[in-house]
């Protein structure tokens, strides 16, 4: 059986907006990944609430993507996909985050990968915060600037993917986050990229 690991922040997770909650296993993109694949892959959910990319976090080692990430790989011997769903936490008011910041960043995770792995690497560039986000539980954590960098990821991403020979999905083109907090998904959202995720890795 094949190994994937998802590896990401609480979209990963399954976090429901509004609630706080974590979405079933049959509700998260993951867990419906794997039902999608039929049990020929196994799949590792790695998905982390407040986890960063390439800052480190307050909250701690697991929280903080970039240094956590050769730790999670190493726990795996044999991978073939690598997922990386990171990014939007970046973008918090606490870090000072830029375009070279996440271009950096996404390509150190990916020569780390490399250089641990043989898996093939899908990168996700999460959707664009919405302005709704204000209003939020995490109005304290984000802000508009945080709004605009989000938008910044997406071509970073897709520039430093084909950069390095690995797959690549846009995620605001397949779907947008919830209105209720303007950062996570709904189970019909996740269930979209479950689908989007599917047919990369069958066709790759």
């Known amino acids: 059986m094949l190994n994937i690991l998802c590896y990401g922040d609480s979209n990963t997770y399954g976090f429901v907006p509004g609630s706080g909650l974590r979405y079933p296993e049959n509700e998260r993109w993951p867990g419906i990944l794997k039902t ?5 892959f196994n799949i590792i959910e790695a998905g982390c609430n407040a986890r960063t990319a390439y800052f480190q976090s307050a909250d701690g080692l697991k929280q903080s993507g970039c240094l956590y990430f050769s730790r999670c790989i190493a ?6 996909w690598l997922i990386i769903a990171l990014g939007i936490n970046d973008t918090q ?4 985050s830029s375009e070279e910041t996440f271009r950096k960043g996404i390509v150190s995770m990916i020569q780390e990968a490399k250089n641990h792995c043989d898996a093939k690497i899908l990168i996700l560039s999460p959707s664009v915060i919405k302005e709704n986000i204000l209003n939020s539980f995490f109005s304290s954590m984000f802000d508009k600037t ?4 989000s938008k910044i990821i997406s071509s ?7 950069e390095f020979g690995c797959c690549f999905l846009d995620l605001n083109d397949i779907t947008d986050v919830s209105d209720i907090d303007g950062l996570h998904y709904t189970a019909s959202s996740h269930r979209k990229i479950a689908y989007a995720v599917k047919g990369i890795i ?3």
Do not use: C
């Open 36 to 40: 999608l694949l039929k049990g020929k």
């Open 75 to 80: 726990k795996y011997p044999v991978l073939d």
């Open 93 to 96: 008011i606490f870090y000072n």
């Open 146 to 149: 945080s709004i605009e960098k």
């Open 156 to 162: 970073v991403y897709k520039q430093s993917a084909q």
């Open 202 to 204: 069958v066709n790759n």
